[in-house]
């Protein structure tokens, strides 16, 4: 049994794909057989010390964390403080056998504190905003001054996994000289499964189309396209549409104002964040998935509607490229192309056999190409594989 030390400063019920990765990769370990210790925020009245069911010890730190969907600079910095606090006490007392570390930053830092003190090695997941280059609103100052530190954690790591080829290409053109391996996210294809025969059987006759978005309501995200798509197509199409977008986050005000000016007011339900337990059946209630992400690295919610049986439409960035397959799983555009996002989101609506055929090739491709027990294996290997290679080392300066 290894023991295997997992960071990241957002874990359920905080934060996104990243928080739900590190998550299923935790349980999924345990499930394997080893010792996971998950170091988190602290957050509202979550335990401090919490040891699960399925044997994943979570710790939660002070971080002044006062938002569920999302961390300012100064709530990161204070992870960062806090754990590289917590640092000696792991190294010391807990002695993990490797560390994983989602996010170079605001993560990184500690796992380096703790291979400083004990020799233990640590595998750095990137997840996309923490990689220099990648396009989200008002992080190029951030990356500008955190670049430096980042490529300095990169380097001590053992190994550096993106989570899709177009992280891992933007990784090496921020630093040519580094290896980046691709270990993708997984989905739990029973919890996120079909309703009944498929998305057009479970109540849906043709005659209405019930698209659904998953994740933070930011600008990075491209929901204020497809509002615009939305309203663009005829009446008699856009009357039978409508919209359910679960998630929150600073950009909901702007949005809601932006429906209401189009008129879709009607259309579109804001649902906010959903419990683990009620998400599934938001996918199951949907007839399609809509993700007109700008920029992502692997989107766990692509996978999660695949995995339900939905037809996708997303747009044609890396992270939506390594999971939807066009015309086979899904319908692709490019970014910010609204006429592009209308027509496909027309072709949908007019064409139930289309959404089946879809629908059931993204179950199909989730099924066999990717599951949370690999994921966890492959990062096992990967950061287990980097211990055995310091103690080789340690070894040899002995003699």
């Known amino acids: ?99 994983i570390a989602y996010f170079g930053l605001p993560c990184g830092p500690a796992a380096w504190m703790v291979k400083a003190l004990s020799g233990v090695p640590y595998v750095v997941s990137l997840r996309g905003g923490d990689v220099p280059g990648f396009q989200y609103d008002g992080i190029s100052l951030y990356h500008r001054l955190a670049g430096p530190v980042i490529g300095w954690l990169w380097r001590r790591s053992s190994a550096v996994v993106a989570n899709s080829e177009g992280l891992a290409d933007l990784a090496r053109r921020f630093a040519p000289d580094q290896p980046v391996a691709i270990i993708p996210n997984g989905v739990d294809a029973v919890r996120f499964s079909p309703a009944g025969a498929g998305p057009v059987d479970a109540g849906n006759d043709g005659d209405r189309l019930s698209l659904l978005f998953v994740g933070r309501v930011v600008r990075q995200k491209g929901l204020d396209v497809l509002f615009e798509a939305l309203a663009s197509l005829p009446s008699g199409t856009r009357g039978r549409i409508g919209l359910t977008i679960v998630g929150d986050g600073p950009a909901r005000p702007e949005l809601e104002a932006q429906a209401a000016r189009l008129g879709l ?48 439409v997303a747009t044609r960035i890396a992270g939506n490229r390594d999971l939807v397959v066009e015309e086979e799983t899904g319908l692709m555009l490019d970014a910010d192309d609204t006429p592009a996002l209308a027509a496909a989101l027309a072709r949908l609506a007019e064409d139930p056999a289309l959404r089946r055929r879809l629908g059931e090739g993204g179950r199909r491709r989730v099924v066999e190409h990717f599951s949370w027990r690999a994921v966890a294996a492959a990062y096992r290997d990967l950061s287990l594989a980097g211990s055995k290679a310091a103690e080789r080392g340690r070894s040899a300066q002995a003699e």
Do not use: C, H, K
Request: a neutral charge; glycine letters at 6%.
């Open 1 to 99: 049994m290894a023991r295997i030390l997992l960071i990241n400063y957002e874990f359920p019920p905080l934060g996104g794909g990243a928080a739900n990765a590190t998550d299923n990769t935790a349980r999924e370990l345990a499930a394997l057989g080893e010792q996971v210790l998950v170091l988190t925020s602290a957050f509202g009245d979550l335990p401090r010390v919490e040891r699960r069911a399925d044997g994943v010890e979570i710790r939660r730190i002070p971080t002044l964390r006062r938002r569920r969907d999302r961390s300012s600079v100064v709530e990161m910095l204070a992870f960062l403080a806090s754990s590289l606090a917590m640092a000696p006490w792991i190294a010391a007392r807990w002695r993990p056998d490797a560390t």
């Open 265 to 312: 007011s009607e259309r579109v339900a804001f649902r906010g964040w959903l419990g683990r337990d009620e998400l599934p059946a938001a996918y199951r209630a949907a007839d399609a998935f809509v993700f007109p992400s700008r920029d992502e690295g692997m989107p766990n919610v692509v996978l999660e509607a695949m995995a339900a049986g939905l037809p996708v």
